[in-house]
């Protein structure tokens, strides 16, 4: 490996946290930024060549999805820089999702997507979700039903409606995401809906819809009439 330019050699205002200061983030690079969140680089080369090695093998999606055990494994990131990216992105996602209220009102399978695909969407495992509404479809409560396999995530009616009676829901939104990265249902979707519908027929409570969440898209399943 050759040896590169530490950032107190550089020029003030080639250094990446002089930069953010003078003239803000959005002037930065990916690497530059990246930088500033590393802090430090090695005895053989410096934080901005560490970043830039970083993105050049992951890009900025993937390099969210990086565990602490698989970023320790890159020469030059240790424990502490392995906490530094993960806890950014987990911040990132959760901003992706934020709201004012702690109970905003759900009004369309939209805001369903907004509001949890920044958890679900980059997950290698199928994830099972629940949100329980008020009669006025205001959020009361979010839960994680089951995470499950790669491709299959095992849910019964009774671990969606033992949480919905606990908070007196008025109905219930589900939402699952696929690893694969297509939203398309499955049998096994739509007959888990099925069930999921006779079941709050039968307890009260409404299941409003079913959200399948994609790489980059959704599906409602009431919007395509399995509800």
Same mark, same amino acid.
């Given at each position: 490996?050759?040896?590169?330019?530490?950032?107190?050699?550089?020029?003030?205002?080639?250094?990446?946290?002089?930069?953010?200061?003078?003239?803000?983030?959005?002037?930065?690079?990916?690497?530059?930024?990246?930088?500033?969140?590393?802090?430090?680089?090695? %005895?053989?080369?410096?934080? /901005?060549?560490?970043?830039?090695?970083? /993105?050049?093998? *992951?890009?900025?999606?993937?390099?969210?999805?990086?565990?602490? %055990?698989?970023?320790? %494994?890159? *020469?030059?990131? %240790?424990?502490?820089?392995?906490?530094?990216? #993960?806890?950014?992105?987990?911040?990132?996602?959760?901003?992706? &999702?934020?709201?004012?209220?702690?109970?905003?009102?759900?009004?369309?399978?939209?805001?369903?997507?907004?509001?949890?695909?920044?958890?679900?969407?980059?997950?290698?495992?199928?994830?099972? #979700?629940? /949100? *329980? /509404?008020?009669?006025?479809?205001?959020?009361?409560?979010?839960?994680?039903?089951?995470?499950? $396999?790669?491709?299959? +995530?095992?849910?019964?009616?009774?671990?969606?409606?033992?949480?919905? #009676? !606990?908070? +007196?829901?008025?109905?219930?939104? !589900?939402?699952?995401?696929?690893?694969?990265?297509?939203?398309?249902? &499955?049998?096994?979707?739509?007959?888990?809906?099925?069930?999921?519908?006779?079941?709050?027929?039968?307890?009260?409570?409404? #299941?409003?819809?079913?959200?399948?969440?994609?790489?980059?898209?959704?599906? $409602?399943?009431?919007?395509?009439?399995? !509800?």
């Amino acid at each position: 490996m050759r040896y590169s330019i530490k950032i107190k050699d550089m020029p003030v205002d080639e250094r990446p946290r002089e930069r953010l200061m003078k003239y803000g983030p959005d002037v930065l690079s990916n690497a530059e930024l990246l930088a500033i969140i590393l802090r430090t680089g090695t %005895s053989k080369e410096s934080v /901005l060549t560490l970043s830039q090695r970083l /993105l050049r093998y *992951y890009n900025l999606r993937r390099l969210s999805q990086l565990s602490t %055990s698989i970023l320790k %494994s890159i *020469y030059g990131i %240790s424990d502490a820089k392995a906490c530094q990216v #993960v806890a950014c992105f987990e911040i990132a996602r959760r901003l992706a &999702s934020f709201t004012e209220s702690p109970h905003p009102q759900i009004r369309s399978s939209r805001d369903v997507y907004n509001l949890i695909s920044p958890r679900l969407k980059d997950m290698k495992k199928e994830a099972f #979700v629940a /949100l *329980y /509404l008020d009669t006025k479809n205001h959020l009361i409560k979010e839960e994680t039903i089951s995470i499950g $396999s790669l491709n299959a +995530s095992i849910v019964h009616p009774r671990e969606v409606f033992k949480s919905a #009676v !606990i908070e +007196s829901a008025a109905s219930v939104i !589900i939402i699952h995401n696929h690893p694969s990265g297509d939203p398309t249902p &499955s049998k096994d979707d739509v007959e888990l809906t099925k069930e999921m519908v006779i079941a709050g027929k039968i307890m009260g409570i409404e #299941v409003l819809d079913h959200i399948i969440i994609g790489d980059s898209s959704f599906i $409602s399943l009431k919007e395509k009439e399995f !509800i």
